[in-house]
C-alpha cells in the first residue's frame, strides 16, 4: 500500500513539474515572439531618390511605417533631423528602408566630385583664387553666386534692368543661393605651363575648373555672367542667412 502511494505521490510531482517547465517553456516562447514583434517606427522610401539627393530634400520621399522589429533592417533609421548636410550616396528604390549608412557627407561619395541631383546638370567656369575663397572651394560645398559688370557706357533711363542701375556703369548682383559644387580641379603646383601640348592651355596661378549644378536657366545666367563680366563664390554654412540685396552699385555705396 505504501508503495503504491508513493508512486501516486512520485506521479503527481512529476506531473506538476512537468506542467511548470511547460509553462515556462510556452511564456518563453511567448517572450521571444514578441520581442520580435515589437513594434518600430522605420523611414521607408515612397519614390525614387537618385543619388546625391540632399537629406533635406528626401522628407516628402519618404515615409514612416511601424513594422516588427524582425523585419526591420540593422541600421534603418526612423528621422532625418539628425542627417543635415548628407546627401544619398546611392539610388534609393520605392519600398527601401532607408539605411543611416546609406547618407553621407558629399566629399565621401568619390574623391573630387559629386552626383548631379536629379533634374539639373553641370556647368563649368574658370575662376581666379580670390574668386572661391582662395581655392578653398570644394566639391560637395554649397555656395552663393554673384556677378559683377563693368560697362562700357553708363546704363540708360528706361533700360531694361534692374531697379536703381541707370546712370551707373558698374554693378554687382547676388544671382543665386544654394548652388551645388559638385567638381572643383585644380592645375597641380609642376603642372605643364606651356599651351600646345596634349596637357592643354595652363591654368592661370592658382586658379581652378569649378563646376556646379544648376538648372538650364539658371545655367545661361551664371555663362551670361562669366562671359561678359566676373562671377565670385561665397561658400554658405548651415547657418547662413540669406536675403535679396539688391543691385549694388557706386551709388548704392554712397548713399
Do not use: C
Not at 107 to 117: H, R, W
Amino acid at each position: 500500500m505504501k508503495t503504491r502511494l508513493l508512486g501516486g505521490i512520485a506521479a503527481l510531482l512529476l506531473a506538476v513539474i512537468g506542467t511548470v517547465l511547460l509553462v515556462t517553456y510556452v511564456q518563453g516562447a511567448d517572450k521571444r515572439a514578441q520581442q520580435g514583434l515589437d513594434p518600430v517606427n522605420v523611414l521607408v522610401v515612397k519614390e525614387r531618390i537618385p543619388a546625391g539627393t540632399k537629406a533635406e530634400e528626401i522628407q516628402s520621399k519618404v515615409k514612416t511605417e511601424t513594422l516588427p522589429q524582425s523585419a526591420v533592417a540593422p541600421g534603418t533609421i526612423n528621422a532625418l533631423s539628425d542627417q543635415k548636410g548628407k546627401v544619398t550616396s546611392s539610388d534609393l528604390q520605392p519600398g527601401e528602408q532607408l539605411l543611416g549608412v546609406k547618407l553621407v557627407s558629399p566629399k565621401d561619395l568619390a574623391p573630387g566630385t559629386v552626383p548631379v541631383p536629379e533634374g539639373l546638370q553641370e556647368a563649368t567656369f574658370v575662376l581666379a583664387p580670390e574668386r572661391i575663397l582662395g581655392g578653398r572651394i570644394e566639391a560637395g560645398d554649397t555656395v552663393t553666386v554673384f556677378a559683377s559688370f563693368k560697362l562700357d557706357e553708363a546704363v540708360p533711363a528706361g533700360a531694361n534692368l534692374p531697379a536703381g542701375l541707370t546712370g551707373w556703369k558698374d554693378f554687382t548682383e547676388l544671382l543665386y543661393h544654394d548652388v551645388l559644387v559638385t567638381a572643383v580641379q585644380q592645375a597641380a603646383p609642376d603642372a605643364e605651363k606651356s599651351a600646345g601640348t596634349d596637357k592643354g592651355v595652363a591654368l592661370p596661378n592658382g586658379s581652378a575648373y569649378v563646376t556646379v549644378a544648376l538648372s538650364d536657366a539658371n545655367a545661361t545666367k551664371m555663362v551670361f555672367g562669366a562671359e561678359f563680366g566676373t562671377l565670385w563664390l561665397s561658400k554658405q554654412t548651415d547657418k547662413t542667412v540669406k536675403s535679396d540685396p539688391p543691385t549694388t552699385t557706386f551709388g548704392g555705396l554712397v548713399q
